[in-house]
């Protein structure tokens, strides 16, 4: 049985739905090309692989390489960051602590959207309240995302 996510939950995948809908090849003859976003309960994955957490929660904006250009990003008034070239723009240093802040709390002045969901507590309320848990998950994604760094 599925649990019952809070309102937080619900509001961090609400691209995932989009996800599945634009891999169709025939579109619909009425509906604009802009996609629209439905919120879903965040499926759960294994907090110890950073891959399946992307996949399930960050690549419908953010895109499968991290380019910024998932099938939810037309539907964002601000475009998910490229998370390829975060090393990059950090001159040549993946920054981890930016990054598990960002995840964990999105709100860094520099950023100020909504766009960005907010994970900390999608991913407590999945861990059941487990801190540890939470962290681990960050971690995970924070090491995953490293992998798609630019060279
Ligand atoms: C609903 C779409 C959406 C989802 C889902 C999403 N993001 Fe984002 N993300 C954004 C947007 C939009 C921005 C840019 C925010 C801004 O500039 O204010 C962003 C920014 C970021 C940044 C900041 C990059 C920088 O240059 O500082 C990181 C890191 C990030 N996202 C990681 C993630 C991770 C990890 C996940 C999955 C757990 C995720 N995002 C899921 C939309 C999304």
């Not at 929660?57 to 895109?63: D, E, F, I, Q, T």
């Given at each position: 049985m599925k649990r019952i996510l809070p309102i937080a939950a619900t509001v961090a995948v609400l691209s995932l739905f989009v996800a599945a809908q634009t891999t169709k090849t025939t579109a619909p003859a009425d509906t604009a090309s802009t996609p629209k976003i439905h919120q879903v309960p965040a499926p759960q994955t294994p907090a110890s692989s950073g891959e399946a957490n992307y996949k399930a929660?960050?690549?419908?904006?953010?895109?499968a390489a991290g380019k910024g250009d998932g099938p939810a990003a037309p539907a964002l008034k601000i475009p998910p960051a490229d998370l390829s070239r975060l090393s990059a723009n950090a001159g040549g240093k993946y920054p981890t602590m930016h990054i598990q802040e960002m995840i964990r709390n999105a709100d860094s002045p520099a950023h100020g959207s909504k766009d960005m969901p907010i994970w900390g507590p999608v991913f407590r309320n999945m861990s059941g309240g487990s801190q540890s848990q939470v962290e681990l998950r960050v971690a995970n994604l924070t090491k995953y995302i490293e992998t798609l760094q630019a060279k």
């Open positions: 929660y960050c690549a419908a904006c953010h895109g």
